[in-house]
């Protein structure tokens, strides 16, 4: 069989066969009549000797879905990487479905179904690295509810962090709760709104999720970062605190013309400030919240204000009074700790002049009544 340019499809090893490419290409552009370039080529004769040796898995004829499968097939047996975690699996299986949208017919889901059972009866699959279950259902929430800003997020964490080592487990994704329009069971007309997931809201979302974990697992050793990954009810909670924080910096662009608000109300989010307050009210399911109703409305986006007659350069300063006040209270407390102290110290002196007295009249008392004793001994013996 005459081959052909192309004709030859790199299925697994595509890294390595580009590196070694590139160092052959580059070895085109050195002048081996130059004794000095020659040189350079001598590092490099064990690489050129041995770049046959790098193992790569190639096949001719495969559709572009079939080598696809048959990447991740040779991707989960393989022992120099870790498995294809859920997000690699997410965006392999929808440049998939893109490819066949114009095939293709049903909704998102049955789509996702068939690829899925294409790569699960794909030739070379072990039968405990098929998609199915909870996974299958965590796959399809990444496409159908989560948006680009949030994947890249996790794409930038899990770039760094194993799967099994990261802050994503199956159990947090395959929960509806953190979908793009989705909001709690039974809500309140006045939280339906607030508690709806945004783009934005699951973003944030992502944000405080790796930036706690990275935090909670600073003194923990690797083995055991599984028991600091949050449960899929404690997740939900998070979607709920990001939701609100979401419609604060909403709300607070109308209500402050302050720019360093949403800075703030950022830093109080990522520091998860005000989370019992957010999760007291999300409880309560109070058909009457307002946001302006939490802690953080008055404390970051309007906090009060003087009156006008207190306002101006030539009122009062209110918190230099204050500080004056709480100054001159300590000078106070301080002459009179001062007092105490010299009073205590004069009475343990006193004190002390009274016990080193008794001390000695003790003794000399002793003394005086051991020689009167023995002069009526020795006025004894006389007689």
């Known amino acids: ?35 000095g370039q020659l040189a350079k080529l001598q590092p490099l004769h064990k690489v050129i000797d041995r770049a046959w040796l790098l193992p790569m898995h190639i096949e001719m004829g495969m559709s572009k879905d079939v080598q696809s499968y048959r990447n991740l097939s040779l991707s989960f047996r393989g022992s120099e990487r870790q498995a294809p975690n859920l997000l690699q699996l997410v965006l392999r299986f929808s440049k998939i479905m893109e490819r066949n949208a114009s095939v293709g017919s049903g909704n998102t889901e049955n789509r996702l179904k068939k690829v899925i059972q294409e790569f699960n009866a794909s030739p070379g699959l072990h039968p405990k690295h098929q998609v199915e279950g909870e996974k299958e259902k965590a796959i399809l929430n990444l496409i159908i509810g989560s948006c680009k800003e949030a994947r890249a997020l996790m794409s930038q964490h899990l770039s760094f962090t194993k799967w099994k080592d990261s802050c994503f487990s199956t159990e947090q994704l395959r929960t509806q709760r953190w979908l793009l329009g989705a909001r709690p069971k039974q809500c309140a007309d006045g939280l339906a709104e607030v508690l709806t997931v945004t783009p934005r809201a699951q973003q944030m979302l992502m944000q405080l999720h790796i930036k706690a974990f990275g935090e909670a697992c600073r003194k923990v050793r690797l083995s055991a970062r599984a028991r600091v990954r949050p449960t899929s009810d404690e997740f939900e909670k998070l979607v709920d605190f990001s939701c609100v924080f979401a419609a604060l910096r909403n709300a607070a662009k109308s209500a402050s013309s302050d720019k360093s608000v949403d800075g703030k109300l950022m830093d109080a989010f990522l520091s998860k400030d005000y989370f019992q307050d957010v999760e007291a009210a999300v409880t309560s399911k109070n058909s009457a919240f307002r946001l302006s109703s939490l802690a953080i409305w008055t404390d970051i986006v309007t906090p009060p204000s003087l009156p006008a007659c207190l306002q101006g350069e030539e009122s009062t300063d209110v918190l230099i009074a204050q500080e004056n006040a709480a100054d001159s209270k300590f000078k106070e407390v301080k002459v009179k700790l001062a007092s105490d102290c010299q009073a205590m110290t004069h009475y343990l002196m006193e004190k002390s002049k009274i016990e080193s007295r008794t001390h000695v009249l003790k003794v000399l ?9 023995k002069t009526c001994l020795d006025s004894i013996v006389v007689n």
């Open 1 to 35: 069989m005459q081959m052909a340019p192309f004709m030859v499809d790199n299925i697994k090893g595509w890294t390595r066969a580009t590196c070694v490419a590139f160092i052959i290409l580059a070895l085109t552009e050195i002048d081996i009549s130059d004794p």
């Open 365 to 373: 008392h002793e003394k005086k009544q051991n020689e009167i004793g």
